[in-house]
């Protein structure tokens, strides 16, 4: 027990930030580096623990009489930059990613660690070993389940400015010198060893406290901006059937011309092909859908006669009877965003078997499936099966599916999204909603 507390001790810091860190990186969406990158992680692992032991043993004070305050310090820092190391080579994210996990990371080991001592000193308790494992459990499992999600989830967090980063760091440097000026003091002196514990633990807990407050707002303004944004797709979209309607209307005065000037052509075979004329005409505008919905169908009758008139295949099989007790602006964030990225996506496509665009809107087991289908072009990254991001990918807005994802967990559904072979697959499941007969 001796020896595994020695070793424990010894090797505190790097081990706790580790732990720390995996935690704030589970609930973090990234993409994983190439796994050559392993050596590299297991070298820095090794790096971390060969420090530590060489700091805090006897055989610090054989390093040219080093002040032990000044060098603890100066170890915090070398853990902190090898920990920002160690975040970069394991996951693809950005640099203000890295420092605000690497901060999170070492507030809350430092905040741990502050308790460990607090709780000791209060006990006066001399081997505080059990003291040690029982906070080293209790606090990372509570940080697994109640910090980690408040400070990420998989919808991200706030993203800091480097302002915001420099004053986070600068509170973790003011708990890490608190703490060196503690491990100078004397247990004894029980009243400046626990304030100066305390003070630490408190810098700790209200910078991370910040951060989860700054996340809950992140969430709020972001869901603010959504419904703006349905609002005006909404506006968008009848400004669109306004202006078909119009398009259709003028079509019609055309026809009404081109009819009577039939009744003056006298040579068959001209008047046959100025009929063949008109059945076109007549075609690219015959492409009603009828669902069901009256909200649904002006949708897909919009996106039909854009498609007729661009050479895109769009297949519809919708039962518009499932989204009725739906709020229309709803059902236009979902279909609307939906079609329009699918659209963009097949409009790049030369191969005219490949601008094909599949709807489905159907009940299964109680619950509403919507599934979007379409040919995406290849690039770098995607193809990957199980791919679900909100991120612009695959020619798809990010913010369209932000909008979408938002709109079926208000209706407390899913949304996901996959690509196999070059095909985008689309879905959203929500539960079954009973129409309003008020």
């Known amino acids: 027990m001796n020896t595994i507390m020695t070793i424990f001790r010894g090797c505190s810091l790097p081990l706790e930030l580790l732990v720390a860190t995996l935690v704030y990186i589970k609930y973090l969406d990234y993409k994983k580096r190439k796994p050559q990158v392993s050596i590299t992680i297991v070298s820095l692992i ?68 502050c308790a460990n001592l607090e709780i000791a000193a209060f006990f006066r308790v001399t081997d505080n070993s059990y003291i040690e494992i029982a906070c080293f459990a209790i606090g990372y499992v509570l940080c697994y389940f109640k910090v980690a999600p408040a400070l990420i989830s998989e919808k991200g967090y706030k993203k800091q400015s480097l302002q915001e980063l420099g004053t986070t760091f600068g509170v973790i440097a003011v708990a890490i010198s608190l703490s060196a000026v ?27 406290w910040v951060e989860a407050d700054r996340k809950k707002k ?28 119009n398009l259709i209307n003028h079509k019609c005065h055309d026809l009404k011309h081109q009819i009577a000037a039939l009744r003056h052509i006298e040579d068959k075979h001209a008047r046959d092909e100025q009929i063949k004329e008109l059945e076109k005409a007549v075609f690219i ?27 895109i295949v769009l297949a519809c099989v919708a039962d518009g009877q499932a989204v009725a007790g739906m709020n229309p602006v709803d059902i236009y964030t979902i279909f609307g965003n939906a079609l329009d990225n699918a659209l963009e996506c097949v ?78 697959l689309l879905q959203v499941m929500i539960p079954k909603i009973q129409p309003n007969r008020s």
């Open 46 to 113: 090794a790096v971390m623990f060969i420090l530590s032991p060489v700091i805090f043993s006897g055989a610090a004070e054989k390093i040219e009489n080093w002040n032990m305050l000044a060098l603890s310090i100066v170890y915090s820092i070398v853990c902190y930059v090898i920990l920002v190391v160690f975040i970069y080579v394991i996951a693809d994210i950005s640099i203000q990613d890295i420092l605000y996990i690497a901060n999170c990371s070492y507030l809350t080991q430092h905040l741990i660690h």
């Open 182 to 208: 503690v491990k100078e003091l004397s247990v004894e002196n029980r009243v400046l060893y626990m304030s100066y514990t305390a003070y630490a633990m408190i810098f700790c807990f209200y910078a991370l």
């Open 218 to 245: 992140a969430e709020l303004e972001e869901k603010l901006l959504l419904e703006q944004q349905c609002f005006i797709k909404y506006k968008e979209q009848y400004e669109m059937s306004q202006e078909n309607i």
């Open 285 to 311: 505008y015959d492409a009603m859908v009828h669902t069901g919905n009256e909200v649904l169908d002006t949708i897909m009758t919009e996106k039909s006669l854009y498609c007729e008139r661009n050479g």
């Open 347 to 424: 409009a790049k496509f030369e191969d005219k078997t490949k601008r094909t665009i599949s709807v489905i809107v159907t009940e299964r087991a109680n619950m509403l499936l919507f599934q979007f289908e379409n040919y995406y072009e290849t690039l770098s990254g995607s193809g990957e099966k199980g791919f679900r991001s909100t991120k612009e990918q695959n020619g798809y807005h990010g913010f369209g599916l932000k909008s979408i994802e938002h709109t079926a967990e208000k209706y407390g559904g899913i949304m996901n999204v996959c690509t196999d072979n070059h095909i985008f």
